[in-house]
């Protein structure tokens, strides 16, 4: 069976909080919460309009789980960082 990419994103919601989320489809998974659905995630909902300001493939489904524990644990400010590119994926899997 062939391993799927899986691909961290981050999408910026009206009222300037992030939401962060892991997939392999990251334009289907975007789609989902832009329709605000049963499948959207429940933080989204309400916050529109969406932006998605952030992907990034990962790799296998494990590191996506451990990178996006250590994206969430991120301030406001390093979220802000990571999306305008002054700290890197690469950045927090080594610490």
Do not use: N
Request: net charge positive; with cysteine.
């Amino acid at each position: 069976m062939k391993s799927r990419e899986w691909h961290l994103y981050i999408i910026q919601c009206s009222d300037d909080s992030f939401y962060t989320g892991i997939t392999t489809d990251v334009g289907r998974r975007f789609h989902e919460h832009l329709e605000q659905g049963r499948k959207s995630a429940r933080y989204v909902r309400g916050r529109g309009p969406l932006r998605l300001v952030f992907a990034e493939k990962i790799g296998g489904k494990g590191e996506a789980y451990r990178i996006e524990k250590k994206v969430k644990g991120l301030s406001k400010e390093g979220k802000h960082r990571l999306v305008r590119g002054d700290l890197t994926l690469f950045d927090l899997s080594h610490k």
